[in-house]
């Protein structure tokens, strides 16, 4: 199993110590069982923001290859997906525990899930600093 998730790409836009990086899903994705999870099954191309001090060396238009280490990939699924899901789960658990209607019970549980996602919003500079992309030149 690779240690690394990488995807090849193109310099779009650098900024200070920022590269956006626009990276596309290709052939290799089809056949990926994580393909899904990582947010490349559902759509032809994504922009990655890499933070990096040696951005100034990149240029738009440059081929590139944006890396992860698998982990990191884990941990950002996890997060997006895994966790979300248990509050879902667990606020219609709870409500149903409660004999709250059905219909209040499933916009608590959504409700649940959205205060998940602003959190994890509030505490973005925090998950961008544990999970660290790569960019290299090709």
């Given at each position: 199993m690779a240690r690394r998730i990488e995807h090849s790409g193109?310099?779009?836009r650098v900024d200070g110590t920022r590269v956006s990086v626009r990276i596309e899903a290709q052939?290799?994705?089809?056949?990926?069982?994580?393909?899904?999870?990582?947010?490349?099954g559902e759509s032809k191309e994504k922009i990655v923001e890499v933070y990096t001090p040696h951005a100034a060396q990149?240029?738009?238009?440059?081929?590139v290859t944006v890396g992860v280490a698998r982990r990191m990939g884990v941990t950002a699924v996890v997060?997006?997906?895994?966790?979300p899901f248990f509050f879902l789960i667990g606020a219609l658990a709870f409500s149903a525990a409660l004999g709250i209607a059905e219909t209040i019970a499933a916009v608590t549980a959504l409700g649940a899930v959205a205060a998940?996602?602003?959190?994890?919003?509030?505490?973005?500079?925090?998950?961008?600093?544990?999970i660290h992309f790569t960019i290299t030149k090709r």
């Open positions: 193109e310099v779009v052939g290799a994705c089809v056949t990926c069982r994580a393909r899904e999870a990582c947010g490349m990149f240029g738009v238009g440059e081929a997060l997006a997906y895994v966790v998940w996602y602003l959190l994890l919003w509030l505490g973005r500079r925090k998950v961008e600093n544990t």
